[in-house]
Every structure is written in structure tokens, then in C-alpha cells.
């Protein structure tokens, strides 16, 4: 019995070496060196931030999976050019929009993160999209506990946002008869909207849908 204990016990701490022995076979050690300034900027920030040097550079290392920046400009991974605005800035452009225009640019902003999952062979992965959108500072990846997707209302106006999601998920066109004057006045738009998109209220906070829900994983 005390042998079988021994056993046992000597195949935990082999297990657990192993897996410590991956976990140091799948890091890097990369050294490369800065001007003081950098370094200073680096230290002031991560205090600010109350996080490590390294903590701290691993996040910037991180985003070179969703932009490339270049000696003078920051780039996605399509190849194309990015600038920094302020967030409320471009959503108060977004909402001067009529919703016909929110709905074409909601479509044009999701067909730039559908072009960059192409690139990674990742077009129908949800999830990829998702954390590209997160990384990328549009919301943050959140899904509730039914699975529903649930998207910031700070990312932009109702139609906007639903036009987004549903080319993120379907890759077509959101119908442009489904804006509020026809939804509130046409019941057969206001079926067909309510059974296409089911938008439902899971946060006062955000947006979610009925058709923007992450599939229960398979069991075995």
C-alpha cells in the first residue's frame, strides 16, 4: 500500500515537473537595448499603472499580434494606416450620422476586421474577431453567462453597433429597412427585424442580440 503511495506521489511531482519543463520550452528571453528616455518613459508608466517593467513591456510586445508599428506610422494587419482619436470623438461623428449611414459604416468597420481574420485564416472564428475588437480598443470581449455577447454602448450608436455585430457573424448585409421609422411604423419590417436580429436587453449598459451568441462548446 505505502508503495503504491510512493508511486503515486513520485508520478505528481514527475507530472508536475513536465509541465513546468513545457512552460519554459513555450517563453522566449529577448534582450534589446533602450535610450535612458525610453527607459525612463517605460519606468513612469508602469508605475502609474502599478505593474512590473516587464508586465508592462510583454502588453506592448502583445499587440504586435493586431498592429504593426512602423518607424512613422502604426499599421493593422491588412496594411493599413491607423491614427489615434479620441473614442466619444468618432462615436459623436458616428451619431451626427442618419441611421442609414451608421448602418454602412458599422458594414465598412466590420469588413476591416473580417479582412484581417482573413489574413490569419481565422474568418469564421468569432472568438479571434472578438479579441481583435478588444485589442483593438472598439469594446471589450465580454459574453455573459448564457453566452451572449455583449457589446459597450460607448462603441457607438444602436444602429451602428447592430449593423457591426451582424457582419462580424453573417459576413452579409444588414438590411437598411430595418432603421427605427420603418420599425416603429411597418409591422412587417418590425417582425422581420425582431426575428432576424432579437435584440434583447441582458445590460443597460450594452448592446446584445439573439444572433450574437457564442456556441456552447461541444461535450463529449
Known sequence: MSRKLIQKSSIHKKNGSDRESKLKDSTSVI???????????????????????????????????????????IQSLN??????IKKSYLRKLIENCDEEEQIELGEKLARFINDCARINGKLDDIDYKLELCDNLG?????TDDEKYILVDKKFGPAKFAESFMWSIFNQGEFNLDWISSKIET?????????NK???????????SFGFAKIAEEETE
Do not use: C, W
Not at 436587453?201 to 450594452?206: C, F, G, N, V
Open 31 to 73: 534582450t534589446v537595448r533602450i535610450d535612458d528616455e525610453l527607459n525612463y518613459n517605460i519606468e513612469k508608466t508602469r508605475s502609474k499603472l502599478g505593474i512590473s517593467k516587464a508586465d508592462l513591456i510583454r502588453n506592448y510586445l502583445d499587440l504586435s499580434k493586431y498592429l504593426i508599428k512602423q518607424k512613422g506610422s
Open 79 to 84: 496594411d493599413r494606416d491607423f491614427i489615434i
Open 138 to 142: 472598439f469594446f471589450r470581449k465580454f
Open 186 to 194: 411597418q409591422s412587417k419590417i418590425r417582425t422581420a427585424y425582431k
Open 197 to 207: 436580429v432579437q435584440p434583447v436587453e441582458r445590460s443597460s449598459s450594452h448592446y
